[in-house]
């Protein structure tokens, strides 16, 4: 989605804003620009496509601007709907992340009051409405245009006549980062962390100016927010001699597993769920790989609990759901910012349930919709595709299953004896990922695929597609192995390679007959199977090995096999890895 920066401060600020764009890259965006002060001028730049190496040497001078990356929402890709937009006398200019809802009606009403409209998007009535109430005081005149919109957004206004920048934010992340005698202010951390890691969380209806000499908040009065320290370094956010952000990701899993089980279990599990203790049922609300995190939930919270699940795309939650009484709802998202999974969590509040968030990203918004937080300690994920993050929501799940659990201490203990082994484990993985990548050759010449599983071997299974289709381009469908033959078996054929998930437990005999199906569907199959497994050969084409460790935890070690696959696949196909075509980070708008 958008990416959002404004600089305020003693350096060059195309310097800083070109520099900040480029952190926020990852999050997926077709066009850019940025709007400088210059003396009593604003001097604006905007342009489609990638930042690449722009160089503005000698073009802007000033200490203060604002700039953006734009993922379309409102009008195409193109340089008049790229941010920054202008009002009527060009002096102010605004870029702005979210949706306004209401623009069309507002556009009209402008235009009858003699605004000329020179772009498609919703963003451009932001200016105008500030020029309307502009009368010197650029704060002012924000606090007053944003009463009249709906919807959602971040936004950051600069004026050629002010000495500062006026950022607000609804519905739409909004970061200020404090530095030394300068202050920048971004939709996303890894865009401060090159030059500070102090920052302020701004909260929904925060008005913010930024000065040379400080900042202030109102909030319906002036309002103060404390200033915390992100534990990145922007080393943590940078490739680190990986070809890409996502293998550097996907070998960081066994260091995320380390680092989630040194918070939450130094000794024993650590880890407060007494709120979970007396629920009588849960709900888990998420999109896209996180609703995958839930879907293994729900199993191992079953299994190990026996407390009924329930997981729901968070987009379809908002369409009349019923939640039992004394239901927790847990929104997982590794953003905390994705738009959907906030609505179903607010949704969720007002129906009288209790909400917990697991998610990675410190004082997000879900942190704020919600009763409780887990962080689950992945680090800065740049890659567009989830990887080490959902390994960590996993663990996390785990350990609050285990928690809430009423299984023998000493099996809970042998457990977590096994979840403290899983580094090791995962690490031997990567000693089969020169066989993963030559098999990643031949599945790349594929235009179709199937992924099957069962029991935890299904949200496996889907996890596997999504990542496939997302970075590689292949079409790939998940499936529990059992419904194949409901319809999609007449998809199967030659050309239609299945990925199939073996995991050894009761789910294991029958995937054997299901694979025997495919097989007699001309299907070439390809299994993921337990190291010690000595059948399955006969059965399949090609075996990937899977490490040992309890069937419990096998969607962790699968997974991370599967995202290895879609990597080298994606890679061998030519993909833009990191940042796939059409997709976004961290998903704002619903
Ligand atoms: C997965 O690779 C995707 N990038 C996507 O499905 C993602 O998991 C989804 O958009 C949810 O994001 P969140 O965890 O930040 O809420």
Known sequence: MCGIVGYCGFRKAEEVIISSLKRLEYRGYDSWGLAVRDGNELKIFRSVGNIGSADFTGHFSGNMGIGHTRWATHGKPSEKNAHPHTDCTGKLAVVHNGIISNFQTLKEELSDRGHVFRSDTDTEVIAHLIEENYSGDLKTAVIRAIKRLNGSYAIVAIHSEGESLVACRYKSPLILGVGDEELIIASDVPALLDYTNRVVYLDDGDVIELKKDGYSIWNGKETTRSVESIPWSIEDAEKGGYEHFMLKEIHEAPGVIENNLAEYVPRDIELDVSFAEEVDAITVVACGTSYHAGLVGRYVFENLAQIPVRVEYASEFVYGSFLQRNSLVMGITQSGETADTLEAMKRAKKMGSKVLAITNVLGSSATRVA????????????????????????????????????????????????????????????????????????????????????????????????????????????????????????????????????????????????????????????????????????????????????????????????????????????????????????????
């Not at 809430?404 to 484990?425: A, H």
């Not at 990643?440 to 029991?455: F, L």
């Not at 059948?535 to 962790?556: C, F, G, M, N, Q």
């Open 371 to 590: 009763d409780y937080v887990i962080y689950s300690r992945a680090g800065p994920e740049i890659s567009v595709a989830a990887t080490k993050s959902f390994i960590a929501q996993l663990v996390v799940l785990y350990l609050i299953a285990i928690e809430l659990s009423s299984i023998p201490l000493s099996e809970k203990r042998k457990l977590i004896d096994e979840l403290k082994m899983l580094p090791g484990t995962v690490q031997s993985i990567f000693q089969y990922e020169s066989e993963i990548a030559s098999l990643s050759e031949w599945i790349s010449e594929y235009e179709n695929m199937m992924y099957v599983g069962r029991g935890y071997g299904y949200p496996v299974a889907l996890e596997g597609a999504l990542k496939m289709k997302e970075i590689s381009y292949i079409h790939a469908e998940g499936y529990p192995a059992g419904e194949l033959k409901h319809g999609p078996f007449a998809l199967l054929g030659e050309r239609t390679p299945v990925i199939a998930i073996l995991i050894p437990d009761d789910s294991y005999s029958i995937m054997l007959s299901n694979i025997k199906e495919m097989k007699a569907r001309d299907s070439p199959v390809i299994a993921l199977a337990d190291e010690n497994d000595t059948e399955v050969e006969k059965y399949v084409d090609r075996v990937i090995r899977i490490p040992s460790t309890r069937s419990i935890l096998a969607p962790i070690t699968y997974s991370i096999v599967l995202q290895l696959l879609a990597y080298y696949t994606a890679k061998a196909r030519g993909c833009e890895i990191d940042r796939p075509r059409n997709l976004a980070k961290s998903v704002t708008v619903e």
